[in-house]
């Protein structure tokens, strides 16, 4: 069963416009995640992440939301810009140690100028 | 510059040949793991491993084996490649657990087809 999901396969918005990746998960004992985003023909690069001891982490564009209680996570990218087509990866953080991932299936942005 | 390499970069094998899939990092990372790719399943962990010595178990680790014996290498060994191992590998290395907000690097993936 899966424990980290991401609903959306693929997501298109204008240039300019905001975009909303979301991310759902099962276990409540998950406390810290991550975003990646990853270009074809290229391995997956860390964007931002966020404890549980927050609910919001923003980095530039890039902002973080958590909702502990609806096991739900989100990611906002303002303004989108075409350079942002790519797939991204939700992860939660599994034990301690920070060494354990799980991924989800990832949603395919694109972006139109 | 700070990389993490993967060789072959492309792979076609038969079904049984044994192969290796080397991973090196020249960032003095303590943490290595490998994942592989799969349309529609995203990415899964195999194995991972916190220092010289020490490697354990992630989500998918049947089929597979690893070593570090040193801290710069972490190969990924197939014994005995099946078709259900034709997949997108990436390694993966970071300076501790991405807890502590340790950015983790992805090398640029090895895309194997098992006949």
């Known amino acids: 069963d899966q424990q980290v999901k991401q609903n959306s396969p693929s997501l298109s918005v204008q240039e300019g416009r905001i975009s909303i990746l979301n991310c759902d998960y099962t276990n409540s004992m998950f406390d810290y995640f991550l975003w990646y985003k990853k270009y074809p023909a290229e391995g997956p690069t860390f964007l931002i992440s966020i404890s549980s001891i927050k609910d919001k982490n923003e980095d530039g564009r890039f902002t973080v939301f958590l909702n502990k209680s609806a096991k739900h996570l989100s990611l906002h990218i303002v303004p989108s810009q075409p350079g942002d087509s790519a797939v991204y990866f939700c992860a939660a953080s599994v034990d301690q140690a920070g060494t354990a991932l799980i991924f989800g299936k990832g949603t395919t942005l694109s972006v139109s100028s | 510059e700070a990389q993490v390499t993967q060789n072959p970069r492309y792979l076609i094998t038969v079904t049984g040949k044994k192969l290796t899939v080397t991973c090196s990092q020249n960032m003095n990372h303590e943490y290595m793991s490998w994942y592989r790719q799969d349309p529609g399943l995203g990415l899964r962990q195999i194995y991972y491993?916190?220092?010289?010595?020490?490697?354990d178990k992630g989500d998918v680790p049947e089929g597979y084996k690893v070593s570090r014996k040193e801290k710069r290498n972490f190969p990924l060994i197939l014994e005995s490649p099946s078709p259900n191992q034709t997949s997108l590998y990436f390694c993966?290395?970071?300076?501790?657990?991405?807890?502590?907000?340790?950015?983790?690097?992805f090398g640029p993936g090895t895309r194997l087809l098992v006949l």
């Open positions: 993966a290395s970071s300076l501790g657990g991405v807890r502590v907000g340790e950015t983790q690097y």
């Open positions: 491993s916190m220092n010289v010595e020490v490697t």
